[in-house]
C-alpha cells in the first residue's frame, strides 16, 4: 500500500509530502482511509522538539476516515465504517486500565514513546527506511494503519472535517469538564486559556449545566467565540483583574472548578488563586516537561484537589460516539472550531498559524 503523507525528518525541519508505503495489516490492525485531520499544537510540540518522537516520523493525532481494510482478529470495525482516530489505544485489563485509568494502559503505553502502533513490527516506511507513527496514529496522511483500539466507530451523518476534532481538542475539552471534574449542575466554572482545548471545556461546562462559566483569554478574539459557545462571562487579563473579577462573580469565594488549558506558569497560577477552596482544579495545558514550574505555595493549600489531565479521561469508546451524537443534536458546537481547510500540501502553512496563535483549528481534507 503506498499513499501521501507529510514526513517530519528532523526537529525544526519542514514537514514534506513524500509518498509513504505501509506493510501488509497485522491481526489487529485496521487500515484508514483519512478524510480530514486537524493540527493540534502537539503536532506543533514535535516540530519544534519539545515533545520527544523518534523520527522521520508522520504526525496528526486528530485523524476522521473510512475503514478501509482491517486485520484477521478485528471486531470492531469493518471496511465501511466511519471512524474517529483514538490517540490513546487501550487493552481494558492492565493495572491502570482496571483502575479507570485507560491512558495510563500498560500495554499501549509504549506506542507513543517507540513511534509504533503497538509491537516491534514497523509498518511505515520511505524509501526504504523505517517512518515512525506519532501518537500510535499518524493522521497528516491519505491514510493511517492503526490498532483496533484506536478505530472508533462513530455515526456515517458527522462529516468528517468537524469528525476529527472529537479525537483531541474536543475529547479533551469536554471531558476535562464532564468526565474528569465531573462538575455539577449550578457549579461555577473557571477556564483559563480559550484555545480548542479550553473552548471545549467551556462546552463541557454548557453541557454539565454550569453557572456561571467564566472564560478567561489574552485574545478578545477567543473570548468572543468562547462566548458563543456558552461561557456567561469573559475576562482578558491584560485589562482585568481576573482574580477579583472572578471572586465578584461567585458570591466572594472562587469558583467551583477551574481548569487551566493556557499552558505554563501563569494560568495554572490564576487557576489556583481564583478557585475557592475545596475547589477541584484541571490541569490541562502543557509546558516542557522538563521546566520547573514556580507557584506560590498558599495557592495549592485550602483542600483544594488538583489533578493533570491529558485527555479528559477519555474512554473513546463511549466518548466518541457520544460527542458525535451531541453534535447532530446541535449541543455542542464543532463548525465555529474550524478557521481554515487546508490541502495536505498546505501542512506547513498550517503549522505557521497554530505557532502564531491566529488558529483554533485547521484541518487538513482529503478527496
Ligand atoms: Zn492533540
Ligand atoms: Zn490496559
Not at 51 to 72: F, I, K, Q, W
Not at 111 to 133: M, N, Q
Not at 254 to 262: K, N, P, S, T
Not at 339 to 366: C, H, P, W, Y
Request: net charge neutral; aromatic share 4%; proline share 5%.
Amino acid at each position: 500500500m503506498e499513499f501521501k503523507a507529510a514526513v517530519l525528518e528532523r526537529v525544526g525541519a519542514p514537514l514534506v509530502v513524500r509518498t509513504v508505503k505501509a506493510a501488509p495489516l497485522g491481526p489487529f490492525d485496521v487500515g484508514v482511509r483519512i478524510r480530514a485531520s486537524g493540527l493540534c499544537h502537539t503536532d506543533l510540540e514535535a516540530i519544534l522538539g519539545s515533545v520527544a518522537t523518534p523520527m522521520p516520523v508522520v504526525l496528526g493525532h486528530e485523524g476522521a476516515g473510512v475503514v478501509d481494510a482491517v486485520g484477521s482478529a478485528v471486531s470492531r470495525v469493518k471496511p465501511g465504517d466511519h471512524v474517529v482516530c483514538s490517540w490513546n489505544p487501550h487493552c481494558g485489563h492492565c493495572f491502570y486500565c482496571e483502575r479507570d485509568l485507560p491512558i495510563l494502559c500498560d500495554q499501549h503505553i509504549g506506542a507513543h514513546r517507540d513511534g509504533t502502533i503497538g509491537g516491534d513490527r514497523p509498518l511505515l516506511s520511505v524509501d526504504g527506511r523505517v517512518l515512525h507513527h506519532f501518537m500510535a496514529l499518524s493522521s497528516h496522511a491519505e491514510y493511517a494503519v492503526v490498532n483496533e483500539a484506536s478505530a472508533i466507530a462513530v455515526p456515517k451523518e458527522i462529516p468528517f472535517d468537524r469528525a476529527c476534532l472529537i479525537g483531541c481538542g474536543v475529547m479533551t475539552g469536554v471531558g476535562g469538564a464532564v468526565r474528569m471534574a465531573k462538575v455539577t449542575p449550578g457549579a461555577s466554572a473557571l477556564v483559563v486559556g480559550c484555545g480548542a482545548v479550553g473552548l471545549n471545556v467551556v462546552q463541557g461546562a454548557v453541557i454539565a449545566r454550569a453557572e456561571p462559566i467564566i472564560a478567561v483569554d489574552i485574545s478578545d478574539t477567543r473570548l468572543a467565540l468562547a462566548r458563543r459557545l456558552g461561557a456567561t462571562d469573559t475576562l482578558n487579563p491584560t485589562r482585568d483583574d481576573a482574580v477579583a473579577r472572578v471572586r465578584q462573580l461567585t458570591g466572594g469565594r472562587g469558583a467551583d472548578f477551574a481548569f487551566e488549558a493556557g499552558g505554563g506558569e501563569a494560568p495554572m497560577q490564576l487557576a489556583l488563586e481564583a478557585a475557592r477552596p475545596g475547589a477541584t482544579i484541571v490541569i490541562l495545558g502543557k509546558t516542557d516537561p522538563n521546566k520547573q514550574v514556580a507557584l506560590r505555595f498558599g495557592s495549592l493549600m485550602g483542600e483544594k484537589r488538583i489533578v493533570r489531565s491529558s485527555y479528559g479521561n477519555a474512554r473513546p469508546q463511549r466518548d466518541f460516539p457520544w460527542l458525535a451524537r451531541l453534535y447532530l443534536d446541535g449541543k455542542l458546537k464543532l463548525d465555529e472550531l474550524i478557521d481554515r481547510r487546508l490541502d495536505l500540501e498546505q501542512i506547513n502553512e498550517g503549522f505557521a498559524g497554530v505557532k502564531s496563535g491566529s488558529l483554533v483549528r485547521a484541518v487538513i481534507t482529503f478527496a
